[in-house]
C-alpha cells in the first residue's frame, strides 16, 4: 500500500511524475463501457450490479493504466438509500421525488437502514479491492451534503440551484436539518467503502459554487468538516479529497478548514493561481479543461504541460477540472496520458 503513488502524494510526497487518474473515467466515451451498459439494461441497473460495476471500473484501468481506479456509482444513490424515489429519465438525467418540508426530512429513513440498499456498492468495493492490480488505488466517493440537497429539493439538476436556494433563506430550519441527515448518512455510507475496501474517499461538491460568502463557511466548508473528521476518527489515516468545484477564493485554506487531505479544483482557476494560493497546505488534484479529451492536438500536450509544470513544486494528483464528456476521444485520454509520463 505504501508503495501506491497516489497514496504517496496524499501523504504530501512531491513525487517527479505526477500520479494520473481522471474523473468519470469509466463512461460513455468508452465503447466497452456501453457494451457493458447495454447488457445491464439502464444506469440504476448498472450501479446495483456488483459485477457490472466493478466490470466498468476496471475498464479504463485495462485501457489505460492510471493509477487509481474510482467506485462506478452515483452521487444519488445515497439520498435514494434514504427513502426518496429515484429514476433517470432518458436523455434528461436523473429525477427524484422531492424532499422540502420538515415533515419529509423526518420521514426520512434512519441512518441505519441506508446499508440495506447501498449493500450492492460495498459489494462492489470488495470485488474492486481483489481484482485491482497492485499497484492501482481504489477510490470511493460521496456527494457532498450541500450538492445531494440540491438534488433532493428540486428532483432535478438545475444551472442555479435555486430551488435549494430558496429553501434555504425561507425556511432554513427544514434547510439545515436536511443537511444534518445528508451528513450523517454520508458519513456512514463512506465509513462502510471503507470497511469494504476503498483506501482513498472523495468528497463531490459539484454544486459548491453557487454558495457565496457565510453560506459557503456553513454549508460547503462546515458539513465536509464534520465528515472527515468523524471519517479519520473512525480510520485513523484514510486520505480523503475534497472538491468544492467552483470554489474561486475558496479554494485558499479549504484543505486546513476541513481537515482533507487534498484539494481537487476545477479549471476555472489557473493552475499557477491554485500551485501559488492552495498547493502551499497540501496535495493537489487537477485541473486540465475536460474539453481538451475533445479536441486534442497540440493544445491538449501544451495545457497538459503546463498543468504539471505549474504543481511541479508540490505534492500533485493529475486529473481534470471536471468528468470527462461523452464526445471524447479515447485517444486523446491516451495522449494526455503519455504527456504527462513522458514529459
Same mark, same amino acid.
Given at each position: ?182 451528513? $450523517? =448518512?454520508?458519513?456512514? &455510507? ?6 469494504? %475496501? @476503498?483506501?482513498? *474517499?472523495? +468528497?463531490?461538491? /459539484? ?38 468545484? $467552483? =470554489?474561486?477564493?475558496? &479554494? ?6 476541513? %481537515? @482533507?487531505?487534498? *484539494?481537487? +479544483?476545477?479549471? /476555472? ?51 481534470? %477540472? ?22
Amino acid at each position: 500500500m505504501a508503495e501506491k503513488l497516489i497514496l504517496r502524494a496524499l501523504r504530501g510526497e512531491t513525487l517527479p511524475t505526477p500520479p494520473i487518474w481522471m474523473m468519470r473515467q469509466a463512461g460513455r466515451y468508452l465503447p466497452e463501457y456501453r457494451a457493458t451498459r447495454a447488457q445491464a439494461g439502464d444506469f440504476l441497473s448498472l450501479c446495483y450490479n456488483p459485477e457490472l460495476a466493478a466490470e466498468v471500473t476496471l475498464q479504463p484501468i485495462r485501457r489505460y493504466g492510471f493509477d487509481a481506479a474510482i467506485l462506478f456509482a452515483d452521487i444519488l444513490l445515497l439520498p435514494q438509500a434514504l427513502g426518496p424515489d429515484l429514476w433517470f429519465e432518458t436523455g434528461e438525467g436523473p429525477r427524484m421525488e422531492t424532499t422540502t418540508t420538515m415533515e419529509q426530512v423526518r420521514a426520512l429513513k434512519p441512518t441505519a437502514a441506508i446499508h440495506d440498499t447501498l449493500s450492492p456498492v460495498y459489494e462492489t468495493v470488495r470485488i474492486l479491492s481483489r481484482e485491482l492490480p497492485r499497484e492501482t488505488t481504489l477510490i470511493g466517493f460521496a456527494g457532498a451534503p450541500w450538492t445531494v440537497a440540491t438534488y433532493m429539493i428540486a428532483g432535478r439538476g438545475s444551472k442555479d440551484q435555486g430551488a435549494a436556494h430558496a429553501l434555504k433563506n425561507t425556511d432554513r430550519a427544514t434547510f439545515e436539518a436536511l443537511i444534518d441527515r445528508i451528513t $450523517e =448518512a454520508t458519513v456512514e &455510507y463512506l465509513s462502510a467503502q471503507i470497511e469494504a %475496501g @476503498a483506501e482513498v *474517499v472523495k +468528497l463531490f461538491d /459539484s454544486w459548491a459554487g453557487s454558495l457565496k460568502g457565510a453560506d459557503f463557511t456553513d454549508f460547503a466548508v462546515r458539513p465536509a468538516a464534520t465528515i472527515i473528521a468523524a471519517l479519520k476518527a473512525r480510520h485513523p489515516g484514510i486520505p480523503i479529497i475534497a472538491f468544492p468545484r $467552483e =470554489a474561486g477564493e475558496g &479554494y485558499i485554506g479549504f484543505a486546513r478548514a476541513t %481537515g @482533507a487531505d487534498c *484539494v481537487a +479544483l476545477d479549471n /476555472s482557476v489557473t493552475p499557477e493561481w491554485a500551485a501559488e494560493h492552495v498547493q502551499k497546505d497540501g496535495c493537489v488534484q487537477g485541473n486540465l479543461a475536460p474539453e481538451h479529451m475533445v479536441t486534442g492536438g497540440q493544445a491538449l500536450i501544451d495545457a497538459t504541460r503546463r498543468v504539471v509544470e505549474a504543481f511541479r513544486r508540490g505534492p500533485h494528483i493529475f486529473n481534470l %477540472g471536471h468528468g470527462i464528456t461523452p464526445d471524447a476521444d479515447p485517444a486523446n485520454v491516451q495522449l494526455m496520458i503519455d504527456t504527462v509520463r513522458r514529459g
